[in-house]
């Protein structure tokens, strides 16, 4: 079967450059590299009460057998919903597959045509994606710099549009955040609308794992906030937060929610259970805080690292060849990390990304870095 010449040269390319991606198994190394934050994904507990829950309501059913507007809204979704809204202070909640179903979706869906995004540039794939199928015109904003995003909502403010400001609460490569409160009063002030994903900050930031947006008490002033339950949540799928009329709109016109069969039983039955996980583990969400706070004190002095308040620390090593060499050190010494490596991140800004976790232990901290400093 003939394989086009053009995809031939840009696999080629990526191998060329040291770029290439390849699928691998899971590693049985020291976790430094998933973003299971609390050690969710594989919690007895929520294994347990999720099958358990199941069994009580009688609930026999492998898929959802359609999408939800038409066989798969399972009364699990409803009552899930329900608990998701009240744990984030939201009016509604509404579930999707997953965050770059939800990202993607909202995305290509609320802002209109001649409407305007205002995105950090340093915003994720699935956000971008979804901005390049929408109608809407956007442009990108310097990373976490309010004055540039002031100026820009001030070049394209009309009342006869509306402007969309778009941020994550965690940053997925460098893992640090936007002043959210300044953010907020910038988009009160000009009558926009602010998006915030919240993928890497929920069961991570907050008492109770509950954002970024929460602990800070803006939720009032969001338009829509995407929490995505792969990363903190350890389990499967995603859900934007807003209004009912936000909820109502979705629901007709978000096309990555209407023409997608809908989530499982299981796994909707998981997130519930993961939600009502996250309410009782306080110590493992102050655990995760304090390996945070110690991984940034060891590495306080070393040229050019900037510590924050999230789970994901980034080393900068440039070059793909050299980050990948150094990644390769570590996991043969026993330490999964991972290299991020260009184009992912710029060429020049490539590194070694750290996911901390509630289960790593100091020793494994201060182990891994005192291998990578010796190299």
């Known amino acids: 079967m003939k394989f086009p010449q053009s995809l031939q040269n840009k696999i080629s390319n990526r191998k060329e450059n040291n770029a290439l991606r390849v699928l691998k198994p899971q590693s049985q190394l020291v976790d430094f590299a998933s973003n299971d934050y609390l050690g969710f994904s594989k919690c007895e507990s929520i294994f347990n009460k999720s099958h358990q829950f199941l069994v009580d309501k009688q609930i026999i059913q492998n898929g959802a057998t359609g999408s939800r507007l038409l066989s798969g809204n399972h009364e699990l979704f409803e009552l899930t919903e329900n608990f998701i809204a009240n744990f984030h202070q939201a009016e509604t909640a509404l579930l999707f597959n997953s965050g770059y179903d939800a990202n993607v979706g909202f995305f290509s869906t609320v802002p209109e045509r001649n ?14 994606d979804g901005i390049q199928l929408s109608l809407a015109k956007s442009y990108k904003f310097k990373h976490n710099n309010l004055e540039n995003l002031e100026e820009l909502i001030l070049r394209f403010q009309s009342e006869t549009i509306e402007i969309y400001i778009v941020t994550e609460s965690v940053f997925s490569m460098d893992g640090d955040s936007p002043d959210i409160k300044k953010i907020a009063l ?43 339950f792969g990363k903190g949540l350890g389990c499967h799928g995603s859900a934007i937060l807003g209004s009912n009329q936000l909820r109502e709109y979705l629901i007709n016109f978000c096309r990555s929610f209407i023409y997608t069969t809908a989530l499982s039983p299981h796994a909707v039955a998981t997130i519930l259970v993961a939600y009502q996980e996250l309410n009782l ?51 043969k010494n026993g330490f999964g990390v991972k290299p991020i490596l260009s184009p992912t991140v710029p060429e020049g800004q490539e590194r070694l990304r750290f996911c901390l976790h509630s289960y790593n232990s100091k020793d494994e901290i201060k182990q891994v870095l005192d291998l990578l400093a010796n190299l």
Not at 299 to 305: E, H, R, V
């Open 281 to 331: 583990s306080q110590d493992k969400i102050q655990k995760l805080k304090e390996n945070s706070l110690y991984f940034d004190n060891l590495c306080i002095n070393w040229d050019g690292y900037k510590p924050n308040n999230s789970s994901i620390k980034s080393i900068v090593i440039s070059g793909n060849s050299k980050v990948k060499e150094t990644a390769h050190f570590l996991q």
């Open 186 to 228: 910038l988009s009160k002030k000009h009558k926009a609308l602010l998006v915030v994903d919240e993928a890497h900050a929920l069961g991570a930031l907050g008492e109770k794992g509950e954002g970024l947006v929460q602990s800070l008490e803006v939720q009032d002033d969001i338009f829509a906030r995407i929490m995505t």
């Open 115 to 128: 409407d305007i995004i205002l995105y950090d540039e340093l915003c994720h794939a699935s956000i971008r």
